[in-house]
């Protein structure tokens, strides 16, 4: 008996303080519906365009995380190192275009005119023959080496007599006969010589001279007039390629960081390092805690009762006697049958209007999952 009645007195007490905050809310809200539902947050998806393996994860599951905190990363390697080859790309794209832009050099100029004077005089020298003295001194080579020729000739074929008596040996016949062919393809050479000399440059000859040097002289004026604008304009395009395709990459760079993109809490995240991420493909699942809202039915005959803008008491069963601010900021235009986990004061056979309530979690006592109790008070001038 003696526990027994403190238990009576704790549920008289009880009772009570329900009966009273009924009675408070009656008089405040006479003949107002009362609308149950569940709070619920606004969710973000968070992912990655390109995917990857996971090397870091940085957050855990029931975390609170700021805007731009890292939640994952990704493996970035590849991407870094085409980012330097580009990057050396774009810096031998820019030397070529500072090149072009600033012209030609004078050392550039000299180095091409003294060019296409060699080729001039080269067609000079072609153009006006052997001189005399070249021809005499063409054929006075030439008699030299052949009268060498001769007397190596006479050398071997006195020691091929010789050596059928036995006296010379056949190393000294071999020397002999290389020595006698060696002066005799010096001789025809010189012979040769001395003919080209005299009879003077061939055809030919001089129009391959001419050729060489209208392509010297082209490009001295190529290097005197400087790079056309085409030119120019086609570097500069390959200036803006390269600075484009590095942009692009640096964007690719950035998405293997995984940020939260506000203030949220972090709901899902199932990843562990080496896991593999699809190219957008959600990773994570954030809710944000000031964006609470719950969803009400009412009936249809008390849709006028509720509209747009409109700002409603809110009660929890976590705070009891807290009263919350909650405003209407959706109200269906299409009638559904009650759902069956709503339950309200009337009958639940008839058609309703679905209702979104925004919270206002100013204290942060108000959680996704909780239930609410939503008053609609009747319109002024109007009790039920």
Not at 160 to 180: F, I, N
Request: charged share 30%.
């Amino acid at each position: 008996m003696k526990t027994f009645r403190p238990v009576l007195l704790g549920l008289v007490i009880i009772g009570a303080v329900a009966y009273a905050l009924w009675a408070k809310h009656e008089r405040d809200h006479p003949g107002a519906v009362i609308l149950s539902g569940t709070i619920e947050a606004d969710d973000i998806a968070v992912g990655t365009k390109i995917g990857g393996r996971v090397v870091e994860v940085l957050a855990d599951e029931g975390d609170s995380v700021e805007a731009g905190q890292v939640l994952v990363r990704l493996d970035r390697d590849v991407l870094d190192a085409d980012l330097a080859r580009l990057r050396a790309s774009l810096s031998e794209a820019r030397a070529q275009l500072l090149q072009l832009e600033n012209g030609a050099r004078v050392e550039d100029i000299a180095e091409a005119e003294a060019m296409m004077a060699q080729r001039q005089a080269t067609l000079n020298r072609l153009l006006t023959g052997s001189r005399q003295e070249d021809i005499d001194r063409a054929r006075a080579e030439w008699r030299a080496r052949d009268a060498d020729a001769q007397m190596a000739a006479i050398t071997l074929r006195r020691l091929q007599s010789m050596a059928t008596e036995g006296v010379v040996s056949a190393q000294e016949l071999d020397t002999a006969q290389a020595a006698a062919d060696a002066a005799a393809a010096q001789a025809d050479a010189a012979r040769r010589s001395f003919e080209q000399i005299e009879t003077g440059p061939r055809t030919e000859d001089i129009d391959e001279a001419r050729a060489a040097l209208a392509a010297a002289r082209a490009m001295r004026d190529r290097v005197v007039a400087g790079p056309r604008s085409e030119e120019i304009q086609a570097a500069r395009a390959r200036v803006l390629q390269m600075e484009a395709q590095i942009e692009r990459l640096q964007v690719d760079v950035a998405e293997t960081e995984i940020s939260a993109p506000v203030a949220a809490v972090v709901e899902v995240l199932d990843l562990e390092p080496g896991d593999l991420v699809a190219p957008n493909q959600p990773v994570a699942t954030l809710l944000l805690p000031d964006a609470l809202w719950v969803r009400v039915y009412i009936p249809e005959d008390r849709l006028g009762w509720a509209s747009v803008g409109q700002q409603v008491d809110v009660r929890v069963d976590s705070w009891p006697g807290q009263v919350f601010q909650g405003t209407v900021e959706q109200v269906n235009r299409r009638a559904e049958f009650t759902p069956r986990n709503v339950q309200t004061v009337d009958e639940r056979v008839r058609q309703v209007f679905g209702i979104r309530v925004r919270l206002d979690n100013a204290g942060d006592r108000l959680r996704a999952g909780m239930a609410a109790d939503v008053t609609i008070p009747p319109p002024r001038g109007r009790s039920e």
